[in-house]
Nanobody, 118 residues
Framework: QVQLVESGGGLVQAGGSLRLSCAAS????????MGWYRQAPGKEREVVAV????????YYAGSVKGRFTISRDNAKNTVYLQMNSLKPEDTAIYYC???????????WGQGTQVTVSS
């Protein structure tokens, strides 16, 4: 059974930092794009950052560029999101995603809550 398990969310003051982790089990995703998405109350889920299988190509949403860093450790089957200079508008549930290159299937984690107080 394939699982993505996020951790590292919590409550932080504006300007603070958090590091999210997403540990995959059940299969390896070393050849697949993985990413972080978020959904705030009353809003649609949006992409935050994605990273390719080799870890040498990344994409960031404009709202987080320069503040967030996505990385991965394929030996640990884990992807990370370092979030610095957090803002109240970053408050959301953050979801980990793995997009399988062959077949196009998507896997999602259960989400982790990030709350930034002003």
């Amino acid at each position: 059974q394939v699982q993505l398990v996020e951790s590292g969310g919590g409550l932080v003051q504006a300007g603070g930092s958090l590091r999210l982790s997403c540990a995959a089990s059940g299969r390896t995703f070393s050849s697949d794009v993985m990413g972080w998405y978020r959904q705030a109350p009353g809003k649609e889920r949006e992409v935050v950052a994605v990273i390719n299988g080799g870890g040498d190509s990344t994409y960031y949403a404009g709202s987080v560029k320069g503040r967030f860093t996505i990385s991965r450790d394929n030996a640990k089957n884990t992807v990370y999101l370092q979030m610095n200079s957090l803002k109240p508008e970053d408050t959301a549930i953050y979801y980990c995603n793995a997009h399988v290159r062959l077949g196009g299937r998507d896997y999602w984690g259960q989400g982790t809550q990030v709350t930034v107080s002003s």
